[in-house]
């Protein structure tokens, strides 16, 4: 069973910056795309940013500019800056790895088969 662990998050300014961590407990190089996503209450959980096996990146049009995908193999992590942050950036944020093809293809919640547990990110204005 895959576990994620993420890290990173905090209270924080508008206009401050953040990294967060997800930590894999296997290869993340078996997984066809990871990434992160975040939902704020009330709402439903929406993409983020995610990142494929082969390094290609996807960006929810409302951070991109601001914030950056990126992983480390040999670390078994995937990571996202956040700069510029904004009061509207506030939520959960989850990691999430997908086995399938799908998950590379689409980043949808639903092509995701493993989820961490998800880290707290507070924007003050």
């Known amino acids: 069973q895959v576990q994620l662990v993420e890290s990173g998050g905090g209270l924080v300014q508008a206009g401050g910056s953040l990294r967060l961590s997800c930590a894999a407990s296997?290869?993340?190089?078996?997984?066809?795309?990871m990434g992160w996503y975040r939902q704020a209450p009330g709402k439903q959980r929406e993409l983020v940013a995610t990142i494929t096996r082969a390094g290609s990146t996807n960006y929810a049009d409302s951070v991109k500019g601001r914030f950056t995908i990126s992983r480390d193999n040999a670390k078994n992590t995937v990571y996202l800056q956040m700069n510029s942050l904004k009061p509207e950036d506030t939520a959960v944020y989850y990691c999430a790895a997908g086995l399938r093809l799908e998950a590379a293809m689409t980043s949808s919640t639903r092509s995701m088969d493993y989820w961490g547990q998800g880290t707290q990110v507070t924007v003050s204005s």
């Open positions: 296997g290869s993340i190089f078996s997984f066809y795309a």
